[in-house]
């Protein structure tokens, strides 16, 4: 069974602080897709990436940085200098490579991150 | 613009009443699913449709029922809604070809059944 989980529910930091989001996920499938969406306090669903299993290139854009490492079945994300405006919470998801497994994507539980001025 | 749209955003009803929430995508896309967010849970995917007059059950299909008459849309029926079914729900849809196309979420309808 496919299952996505980030252990940390609730992360504070204060603003300049670097923060990372851990995520940990297990499928047998030997080609699948990883993503991190952003719900702000607005609600709504922000697509931040996605790395399919072939890829284990770290990926940088902006403040953001990605770290996928398949010997540990991780993809975490890391905020640089974090600000106030990335207060929201963060979801790691997880879906096969082919529409026959339903297209579905699995989410990890979410971490709420907090960032303090 | 491209977008999917949920009417309506928010809702509160009382035990049993049949309610009816919209979904409609103007990509064009085959794909279309509702997930339902929970505090703790994430997200989970309730039905999904590859396709006009293609439906089928998600991980927590009970108590829901969809129909896809028309490409752009897949409404979300609850016949009898119970108090269980308060949550945050999300219409998706993607192309189908690739299912590493992006799938774009609607902005949320949150359901509040007393």
């Known amino acids: 069974a496919q299952k996505v989980t980030q252990a940390q529910t609730e992360i504070s930091v204060v603003e300049k602080e670097d923060v990372t989001l851990d995520c940990v996920y297990e499928?047998?499938?030997?080609?699948?897709?990883l993503f991190w969406y952003k719900q702000p306090p607005s609600g709504e669903l922000v697509f931040l990436i996605r790395?399919?299993?072939?890829?284990?290139q770290n990926e940088i854009s902006g403040r953001y940085s990605w770290n996928f490492q398949k010997s540990t079945s991780s993809f975490n994300f890391t905020i640089t200098a974090s600000q106030v405006v990335d207060s929201a919470v963060y979801f790691c998801?997880?879906?096969?490579?082919?529409?026959?497994?339903?297209?579905?994507?699995?989410f990890g539980q979410g971490t709420e991150l907090s960032v303090k001025p | 613009e491209a977008q999917v749209t949920q009417n309506p955003r928010y809702l509160i009803t009382v035990t049993g009443k049949k309610l009816t929430v919209t979904c409609s995508q103007n990509?064009?896309?085959?794909?279309m699913s509702w997930y339902r967010q929970d505090p703790g849970l994430g997200l989970r995917q309730i039905y999904y449709?590859?396709?006009?007059?293609?439906?089928d059950k998600g991980d927590v299909p009970e108590g829901y029922k969809v129909s896809r008459k028309e490409k752009r849309n897949f409404p979300l029926i609850l016949e009898s809604p119970s108090p269980n079914q308060t949550s945050l729900y999300f219409c998706?849809?993607?192309?189908?070809?690739?299912?590493?196309?992006?799938?774009?979420f609607g902005p949320g309808t949150r359901l509040t059944v007393t």
């Open positions: 790395r399919n299993s072939f890829d284990e």
């Open positions: 499928t047998r499938d030997t080609t699948y897709y």
């Open positions: 998801a997880l879906s096969g490579y082919f529409y026959n497994q339903g297209g579905k994507l699995i």
């Open positions: 449709s590859m396709n006009v007059e293609v439906t």
């Open positions: 990509m064009n896309h085959e794909y």
């Open positions: 998706a849809s993607s192309l189908i070809d690739r299912v590493d196309d992006e799938q774009y």
